[in-house]
Antibody, heavy 122, light 107 residues
């Protein structure tokens, strides 16, 4: 069965960095685009970033452009999110999510991890 | 960005009742809309995509309808496990955006 397991969350000071990882299993990882979606405390879901199956196309929501970098290692079935210059409004549970479509993404998310909490303190 | 407005914010119903959730888009998204169920501490679950297609393994009591700017998710007869938060999401225009959610709670 498909499993996505996030790790790397924690408490970090404003301006600091964290690296999240998402370990994938149960599907052909190198055939699917992957996303990160976050949920701030008491708020709804917010799409953050996407990487295509090959790793050569990446997109970011405006608020994280220039600060977050998404990458993937298809040999390790793992997705990474490097988060720099963290701000208080980055505090959220971060979910990795698998795109529904093989190859070209459809930007629907059919499997999600349990999430990892990132808390940015001032 | 396309704004999705969900209503009502909270729906109080009893098991066995019918639930109808609404999602309105700030501009047309065609049929490029999905619905997710989210329970506290769990991973969100895809229910419906392309407005009316059920995702793999989703029970037939869940159905989606609509196109353009107005969409609905209907749960024909609520089961105890259906009490949760529900979000709509559009993928018609980049970036993908979510609605604010509807909480379906036990009356």
């Amino acid at each position: 069965q498909v499993q996505l397991v996030e790790s790397g969350g924690g408490v970090v000071q404003r301006g600091g960095s964290l690296r999240l990882a998402c370990a994938a299993s149960g599907f052909t990882f190198n055939s699917y685009g992957m996303h990160w979606v976050r949920q701030a405390p008491g708020k709804g879901l917010e799409w953050v970033t996407f990487i295509n199956y090959h790793g050569d196309q990446k997109y970011y929501t405006d608020s994280v452009k220039g600060r977050f970098t998404l990458s993937r290692d298809n040999s390790k079935n793992t997705l990474y999110l490097q988060m720099n210059s963290l701000r208080a409004d980055d505090t959220a549970v971060y979910y990795c999510a698998k795109d529904v479509s093989v190859g070209n993404a459809r930007d629907y998310f059919d499997y999600w991890g349990q999430g990892t909490l990132v808390t940015v303190s001032s | 960005d396309i704004v999705l407005t969900q209503s009502p914010a909270t729906l109080s119903l009893s098991p066995g009742e019918r639930a109808t959730l609404s999602c309105r888009a700030s501009q047309s998204v065609g049929s490029q809309l999905a619905w997710y169920q989210h329970k506290p501490g769990q991973a969100p679950r895809l229910l419906i995509y392309d407005a009316s297609d059920r995702a793999t393994g989703i029970p037939a009591r869940f159905s989606g309808s609509g196109s353009g700017t107005d969409f609905s998710l209907t749960i024909s007869s609520l089961e105890p496990e259906d009490f949760a938060l529900y979000y709509c999401q559009q993928r018609s225009k980049w970036p993908p955006t979510f609605g604010g959610g509807t909480k379906v709670e036990i009356k």
